[in-house]
């Protein structure tokens, strides 16, 4: 199971950390993504992390203005974000996969290989 959460309201330019908290599986064997989904728009992938790894990947589009992090004893992957636009307003979602070391960025940053989803949490920004 994975609960998303930290959504909410925010202006433009400000900062917001979402959360995924992961429980019901081996959080070591697994690789937690992040992705969004905007009105009318398709999921777009964000960033993910194998936590007792270390190993993180960025989506080109987000890199520099996100940053990824797991807690390995709260289960737990965070998702924090910078200079917010209103374009970032989307629904949140974290999402779950086992992890295979030999596929790499181009296979965790499709939300296709993701089979085990989160509820999302939604994002608004003002401008």
């Known amino acids: 199971q994975l609960q998303a959460s930290g959504g909410g309201l925010v202006q433009y330019g400000g900062s917001l950390r979402l959360s995924c908290a992961a429980s019901g599986f081996t959080f070591d064997d697994y690789i937690i993504g992040w992705f969004r989904q905007a009105p009318g728009k398709e999921r777009e992938a964000l960033s993910c992390i194998q936590s007792s790894l270390s190993r993180t990947y960025y989506a080109d589009s987000v890199k520099g203005r996100i940053t990824i992090f797991g807690s390995n004893a709260k289960n737990t992957v965070y998702l924090e974000m910078n200079s917010l636009k209103p374009e970032d307003t989307a629904v949140y979602y974290c999402?779950?996969?086992?992890?295979?070391?030999?596929?790499?960025?181009?296979?965790?940053?499709?939300?296709?290989?993701?089979?085990?989803w989160g509820q999302g949490t939604l994002v608004t920004v003002s401008s």
């Open positions: 999402a779950a996969a086992f992890y295979r070391a030999y596929y790499g960025s181009g296979y965790y940053l499709q939300s296709s290989n993701y089979p085990y």
